[in-house]
């Protein structure tokens, strides 16, 4: 079992002697750290493993204090106290956050408003009701002028299939231009 100095052990976990020595009585608990006289030294075997296990559990218990901590702002709040300053600068940040999220993903094109949306579905289906109720008119003519039923089903397929397309054509081009940033 070879041991290492504070000052070796910080240089191989590329850390401070300071952050080191905060968690060193952690260390020392999980017999990963034995004090010979004064010195505190480390044993250099798993010593990297040990470390990191460390700073995981004070990460965690650090979150657990935080979440509390908030919980316990939440519950001020809604009796009417004011949170403290930290909190609200933390719910603000975190907002302001949120809001540039949302305007880059917008500015992106990967996020339209929902209200556009609903607007374009809504005028593409008018179109697409008036679109397939002028069909009979459009092509009363040409059907009466087939000499067979096959003929018959061959035109109005035709017909129809092309209704289809220009619909799903106009919707695809009108999301596409929300999704730009421009007025479809």
Known sequence: MALLNATRAAERLRVSRRALGRKAPHLEASG?????????????????????AVTEVQI?????????????????????????????????????????????EQLEGTLVLGEDVKRVFFEEARRSRDFLLNLPNRISAELFAAKTSGELA??????????????????????????????A
Request: charged residues 25%.
């Open 32 to 52: 990963n750290a034995v004090r010979v006289g004064n010195r505190l030294m480390f044993e250099s075997q798993g010593l990297e493993a040990a470390y990191a």
């Open 60 to 104: 965690s218990n650090a979150q657990q204090a935080e979440a509390m901590a908030q919980q316990e702002a939440e519950a001020d709040a809604a009796a009417g106290k004011i949170p403290p300053y930290g909190v609200s600068k933390a719910k603000r940040e975190h907002f302001l956050a949120l809001l540039a999220q949302r305007q880059l």
């Open 154 to 183: 061959i035109r109005l397929e035709r017909e129809i299939h092309s209704c289809l397309v220009e619909l799903s054509n106009g919707v695809e081009y009108k999301l596409s231009k929300l999704a730009e940033g421009t007025n």
